[in-house]
C-alpha cells in the first residue's frame, strides 16, 4: 500500500490525501503549520471580514450619531458584505478542517458571531431599524476576530458528526446570537428608558428605537432563540440516544439548558403581563442572559463532559 | 440666461403688506401672463407663502434693466402704492437669486428655521407655473435645482428633525415610548390654546382615539368637532384614565388634578402599560409624586420648554452643513448656466471669425491678385481650417472639463472681450 501524500497543511491542521482519494483527512498527529496557499486565502477573508464589519460599525456609529440615511444604508449594505465574506471565512476553514467549523473553540466563537449578524440583520430588515446595529456590531466584530486571530487550536478526532449532530450544534448556537442580541436590546431598552424618565434626552434619545418596539424586537429574538434552542435541545438528545454506548445521559449541560429554555420561556411570558412588562422584563431578560453565558463559559469548561465549545 | 428675483417676505414686511401682495392660485396664472404679454419676464414663476411673496424670472433683456419694472408691475397688479411696496422689496440677480432660491426650499429663511412645509409648497409653485406653460428651460433647472436641495437638507442634516414647540416635543417624546401613535389613543384635560396646539399635533401624527375632557363642555365640544375624538364628562377618572397611553393636562387649578392614587389605580387597570402624562398647567396639574410610579413617564411644561431650548440650538448648529449643501448646488447651476451660454458664446465666435475672414480677403484681394481662383478658394480653406483649429479645442474643453465650465461663470466678460458689438443670442 503507498503511503499517504501530503497535499499541504491549513492553519489548523495538517492535511493528507490518501493516494486514489479525492477527500482530504484530518490528521490529529501531524505538526500544525499553515499551507501557503490555503493562509493566503483565508488572509483575504479575514481582511474582508474585518473590513466589512469595520466600516459598518463606524457608519452605524455615523449614523447614530448624525442620523443620516445614507451612512445608515450603507452600514447595512457593509454588515451583509462582511456576512458573506464571514461565510466564506467559516467554509474555508471548514474545508481546511474537513470538519465543522464549531469543533473548537474559536470556530465555534466564529459561527456565533456570523449567526448574530445573520439574525441582527434579518431583525434589522424586519423591523426597519439601524440604531441598534452601532451596539451589536462591537460584539459581532469581537467575536470574528477573537475567533480568527486566535492561535490554532489542537482538535480531537473527529467522533461527532453527521446531520443530526450539526444540526444541533447549528441550532444551538443560533438560539445564544438570538438571545446575545435580546440582551443588547434589553440593555438599550434600560438605558433609554432612564433617560426619559430623568428628562436627560441629549442627542441619542430622538435616533433610538421608540421603547416599545425595543421590547417588541426583544421579545421576537428571544422567540427565534427558544424556537432553535428547543429544537437543537431535541435534536441533541437524539444524537446522545444513538450514541448511548458512549454518552450518558446525565451531563451539566442538559440540566443548564433545560434551565436557560425555562428562564426563556419565563421571560416570554412574562414580558406581556401587568406587573412585569417594560424595564423589568428588560432586566430578567439581561439575567438570562447572563445564564447563558455561564453555560457558555462554566459549565462548558469545567462540568461537561460532551460539550466543550457549544 | 439671466434670473432676476423681486419679492417680500416676514423679514422686510409686516404682515399687513404681505397678505396685500399675495398671490392666489388664479391671480399667479394672471400675473405670468400679463408678465409675458407685456415682455417683461420670458419665464416666470410666483412663490406664494404666508411669509413671502417671490417672483421669479428671466427677463429678455438686461435683469438690472428689468426689475424696476417688476417692481412697478407688482404695484400695479396688487394696487399697492410704489411707495409702501418700494421699502419691502428685495431684489436679488443671477447668483444671489439662485442662493435665494435653494437656502429657500432649504428652510434656512423660513420664519422657523427648517421648517417642512415650505418644501412642499416651492414644489407645488412650480407644478403650477410648469403646467401652465409659465416656466422654460431656465426656470425649469433652478427650480428642479431647488427641490434638490430641500430633499438633500431634510434627509442630510437634522435641520427639520427636532421639534421645535412645547406641543410638538410633546408629541415627538409620545413617539419615543410608543412608535407610531396610529395605534394609540389620548385624553386632553382642557380645552385652551396650549390643549389645542397638542390636539393638533396628535392629529397629524395620526392619533387613533383622542378624548377631551374639560369643566366647560361647550368649549370641548368645539375642540372636538373641529379636530375630531370623542367629549368626557369631567372627573370621569375612574373610566377615562385607564385606555389612554398619552393625558395631556392644561388646566388652571390650585391643586393637582391628576393625584398619585388615581394613576396607581388607573395603572393597575391597564395593566401597567407605559403611560406618558404631559403636564402642561401651571400651577402644576398632576402630583410631583407621579413620575416615581412604575412605567410612567411624566413631562412638565418646563422640561419642554428646555428640550425645545436644546433642538433650537441643535438645528442652529446644523446651518453650516445646510449652507454648504446650498452652495453646491448654487455652484453646479451655475456651471450648468455657464456651459449653456459658452456653448452659444463659441458658436458667435465662430460665425464672427468667418466673417473678419471674408473681410480680411475682401481687403486684401489686390495684394493677391496674381493667384488663381483655384488658389485663392485653397488659401481661403486653409485660413478657415486653421479658425476652426483655434476655436476647436476650447469648445472640447468646454463640453469635456466641468471644473473649467465652473470657473468661467461670467461668460458676459467674455462675451463683451470678444464680441463687442453683438447681441445676446
Known sequence: MQAPVRVGYTRYEAISREPGDRHARCRDTERVRPCPQVQTVNQVLLISTVFAYGLSLGLYLFFLNTGRELAGRLATLFLAAGLVAHYFALLERTRGLH??????????????????????????????????????????????????????????PPDAHGPTFAFHVTLSILAYSAFALSFVLSVIYLGE??????????????RLPPLELLERMSRSSVLVGLVSIAIGTVLGFVWVDRLSDKYSFFDWKYGITLLVLLLYVIYFRLA????????????????????????FTVVNLYLSHSHRYF | MEIVLVGLNHRTAPVEVRERVSFTAEQARRAAKELRARGILEETLDLSTCNRSEVYGVPPESMHEC???????????????????????????????????????????????????IL????????????????????????????????????ETELGTRPMSVASAGVKLAERIFGKLSERSALVLGAGTISEQVVSQLRDRGIKHLYVMNRSRDRADELVKQYGGEVVGWGEWETSLQSPDVIVSSVATEEPVLRREMVERAMAARGNRALFLMDLGMPRN?????????????????????????????RQNEIPRAESIVEEHVGKYLSWQASVELVGLVNALRTKMREERASFIRARVESIAHLTEADRAFVEKLMDEMLERLILEPAQRLRGEKELRRKIQNVEALRDLFLPDREKP
Request: glycine content about 8%; aromatic content about 12%; hydrophobic content about 45%.
Open chain 1, 99 to 156: 470538519t465543522v467549523p464549531y469543533h473548537d473553540l474559536y470556530g465555534s466563537m466564529s459561527l456565533f458571531g456570523w449567526l448574530l449578524a445573520l439574525t441582527y440583520l434579518g431583525l434589522e430588515i424586519y423591523e426597519r431599524q439601524r440604531s441598534v446595529g452601532a451596539f451589536v456590531l462591537p460584539f459581532i466584530l469581537v467575536f470574528f476576530l477573537a475567533a480568527h486571530l486566535a492561535p490554532a487550536d489542537r482538535l480531537s
Open chain 1, 193 to 206: 428608558e432612564r433617560l426619559l424618565r430623568s428628562h436627560k434626552l441629549g442627542n441619542m434619545v430622538w
Open chain 1, 272 to 295: 406581556r403581563t401587568t406587573a412585569w412588562r417594560g424595564a423589568r422584563a428588560s432586566k430578567l431578560c439581561i439575567f438570562n442572559f447572563v445564564v447563558v453565558v455561564l453555560s
Open chain 2, 67 to 117: 426689475a424696476p419694472g417688476l417692481s412697478s408691475f407688482l404695484s400695479e397688479f396688487h394696487a399697492v402704492r410704489p411707495e409702501l411696496l418700494g421699502v419691502s422689496l428685495y431684489h436679488h440677480y443671477d447668483r444671489e437669486a439662485v442662493r435665494h432660491l435653494f437656502r429657500v426650499a432649504a428652510g434656512l429663511d423660513s420664519m422657523m428655521l427648517g421648517e417642512a412645509e
Open chain 2, 120 to 155: 412642499g409648497q416651492v414644489r407645488e409653485a412650480y407644478r403650477f407655473a410648469h403646467e401652465h406653460g409659465a416656466t422654460g428651460p431656465v426656470l425649469n433647472r433652478l427650480f428642479q435645482g431647488a427641490l434638490e436641495v430641500g430633499k438633500r437638507v431634510r434627509t
Open chain 2, 286 to 314: 398632576i402630583d410631583g409624586s407621579v413620575s416615581n410610579l412604575y412605567n410612567i413617564y411624566v413631562y412638565t411644561m418646563d422640561d419642554l420648554s428646555e428640550i425645545v431650548q436644546q433642538n433650537r440650538s441643535a
